[in-house]
């Protein structure tokens, strides 16, 4: 019997939106969380656009303008840029990928997930953000860690150095559809930089941060 309900594979629930997967019927639910072709809704302000990551990706740049996603591969530090507004990563988590507990499990293991990092001007300085674009897993939780460090001169003396500042958070990240909205970023854990801590030239332009993106089992 068990070898019989094995061997009944259905169609993917998403294949309209260009799933190919045919996973077994008593997987189908645990296919569906972690589906890359699962419609997910655009973060514009008053913008009904519903469907896959991909189609997602591109509708972000040709109808928003928005800076293109960056890519990058889950556990691992990397540098980005951000700016003012919406801006937005893509974590591979690879089959590859080795980190013990901290690992997601296989059925997860080479999905992508799709981050949003929202920078808003405060009075002091600015704040970033983050939310992950799909449905929660309940079988594990996404971890996000900012990162940002600059050592100050004097801009009439390079020689003279003024101070250093370090910041870092690790957040945890919240799944959401996005059906309903953004939350508020007042009810939100934020990554907050003084301008204090900014370069003058970058004050008023993007900011380089350290980021890396962990998925973390629960089984």
């Given amino acids: 019997m068990e070898r019989l ?6 169609p993917c629930p998403n294949a309209a939106h260009g799933c190919s997967a045919r ?5 189908q639910h645990g296919h569906c969380q972690t589906c890359a072709h699962a419609p997910r809704h655009c973060p514009g302000k008053d913008c009904s656009f519903l469907g896959s990551t991909e189609a997602l990706l591109g509708h972000f ?3 928003h303008g928005w800076p293109s996603t960056t890519k990058i591969s889950a556990f691992k530090t990397c540098s980005i840029c951000v700016y003012d507004g919406f801006n937005f990563i893509l974590a591979d988590c690879g089959e590859d990928n080795d980190h ?6 296989s059925s997860s293991s080479s999905s992508r997930y799709l981050f949003l990092l929202k ?5 002091l300085g600015r704040s970033i953000t983050v939310q992950c ?6 079988s594990e939780r996404l971890r996000c860690e900012l990162s940002y460090f600059q050592e100050l001169y004097d801009p ?4 003279k150095f003024l101070g250093s500042h370090s910041l870092l958070s690790e957040i945890n990240v919240e ?6 909205g953004l939350p508020d970023p007042d009810d939100c854990f934020q990554f907050v930089m003084p301008d204090s801590v900014l370069r003058n030239d970058v004050k008023k332009d993007a900011i380089d941060i350290e980021v890396c993106i962990s998925i973390i089992s629960l089984e």
């Avoid at 920078?119 to 009075?123: A, I």
């Fill in 5 to 10: 309900v094995e061997s009944i594979r259905v």
């Fill in 23 to 27: 996973p077994t019927y008593y997987d």
């Fill in 61 to 63: 740049t040709s109808a």
């Fill in 100 to 105: 013990g507990t901290t690992a997601s499990s």
């Fill in 119 to 123: 920078v808003t001007r405060q009075p």
């Fill in 133 to 138: 674009i799909g449905q929660e897993s309940p």
């Fill in 156 to 159: 009439l003396d390079h020689n």
């Fill in 175 to 180: 799944c959401m559809d996005l059906a309903n």
